[in-house]
């Protein structure tokens, strides 16, 4: 399970067309439960969302049931995936504007590609 309770009922939902906003997201779930939080992120540099949204219910079950009901359905045209949200990966991204030596993430790597022993322990 995760370490987060806010996760086991909090829904990734990915494939959303360009017009959906967060009301009509909302509105889609509904039907499901009692929704806490909805959040479409958006790009920086344009503006417009970035594809994919989360839904937060109130219980765990109601996301259950939003899973099993709403998993690879149609909505605004396009085929939807439904399914738990992840926690943030804390690895460092390609285009990540955080320093590569804020984490030793990326000092293990080097050390890794270079042969030299990593103690797993520090």
């Known amino acids: 399970m995760t370490s987060d309770p806010a996760l ?7 494939g959303l ?3 959906v906003d967060r009301a ?3 509105a889609a779930f509904l039907p499901f439960g009692e929704i806490r939080t909805v959040e479409i992120p958006s790009d920086n ?3 417009k969302h970035r594809g994919f949204g989360f839904v937060e219910f109130a219980e ?3 996301a259950q049931d939003a899973i099993d009901n709403m998993h690879e359905s149609e909505f605004f045209g396009r085929t939807i995936r439904v399914n738990l949200a992840r926690e ?3 690895k460092p991204r390609e285009n990540s504007s955080k320093p590569v030596w804020a984490d030793d993430f990326f000092f293990r790597k080097r ?3 270079q042969g030299m022993e990593i103690d797993e322990n520090i």
């Open 17 to 19: 067309d360009d017009n």
């Open 45 to 47: 540099k344009t503006g």
């Open 111 to 113: 050390m890794k590609e």
């Open 88 to 90: 943030p990966s804390r």
């Open 8 to 14: 086991s009922r909090t829904l990734y939902v990915g």
């Open 60 to 62: 765990e079950g109601d």
């Open 24 to 26: 009509m997201l909302q």
